[in-house]
């Protein structure tokens, strides 16, 4: 149950793209459709944003975005806004039942 | 609408036990998995243990396993975590979360674990 990897931080301007990278093994991210992405701004719940590696629940914005390439999940988010600044969490099913998150990535908005 | 609410959190000493309580509204409680996702201050998120809608399956992150109990009422529409041992690094804010996707979730409660 090792922790996946993203960086620590990303920025981008207003109206730019950026995009954060989770990093995992062919045991986990590899492995299942199965990673979800969460935003979480400063002393607030997690918010999902992106579950099963693409699929976005109704009423999160179209420019999120995600996707997957071997044991690497990405989320993508298109014309930047003030309020998108938060940190943002992938999470991945491991198998036997269990998930395991990644580290965080601190997104600043320049 | 849907509503998590956690209750139980508090200061307790190493070694000591504490039961978290989530209670649900605004959904079909008994249709959904559970879970329990912890943040130790400053720090990232970790999934602690989840349960099936019937409770016939449990699974926990290997830090707990033997110390934590993850259980649910769907009479009451609630869920609970009975945390014993308690380690300094248990303290966290714990969050309840609905389903497999974890769409919902509660506002957290602390659990401080220090003497």
């Known amino acids: 149950q090792s922790a996946l990897t993203q960086p620590a931080s990303v920025s981008g301007s207003p109206g730019q793209s950026i995009t954060i990278s989770c990093t995992g093994t062919?045991?986990?991210?590899?492995?299942?459709?199965?990673v979800s992405w969460y935003q979480q701004h400063p002393g607030k719940a997690p918010k999902l944003m992106i579950y099963?590696?693409?699929k976005r629940p109704s009423g999160v914005s179209n420019r999120f975005s995600g996707s997957k390439s071997g044991n690497t999940a990405s989320l993508t988010i298109s014309g930047l806004q003030a309020e998108d600044e938060a940190d943002y969490y992938c999470?991945?099913?491991?198998?036997?039942?269990?998930?395991?998150f990644g580290g965080g990535t601190k997104l600043t908005v320049l | 609408e849907v509503q998590l609410v956690e209750s139980g959190g508090g200061l307790v000493q190493p070694g000591g036990s504490l039961r978290l309580s989530c209670a649900a509204s605004?959904?079909?409680?008994?249709?959904?998995?559970m879970s329990w996702v912890r943040q130790a201050p400053g720090k990232g998120l970790e999934w602690v243990a989840n349960?099936?809608?019937?409770?016939?399956?449990?699974y926990y992150v290997d830090s707990v396993k033997g110390r934590f109990t993850i259980s649910r009422d769907n009479a009451k529409n609630s869920l609970y975590l009975q945390m014993n041992s308690l380690r300094a690094e248990d303290t966290a804010v714990y969050y309840c979360?609905?389903?497999?996707?974890?769409?919902?979730w509660g506002q957290g409660t602390l659990v401080t674990v220090s003497s």
């Open positions: 349960i099936k809608q019937d409770g016939s399956e449990k």
């Open positions: 062919s045991s986990d991210v590899g492995s299942y459709n199965l």
């Open positions: 979360a609905r389903g497999k996707h974890w769409d919902y």
């Open positions: 099963e590696g693409s």
């Open positions: 605004g959904f079909t409680f008994s249709s959904y998995w």
């Open positions: 999470c991945s099913y491991a198998g036997s039942g269990c998930w395991v």
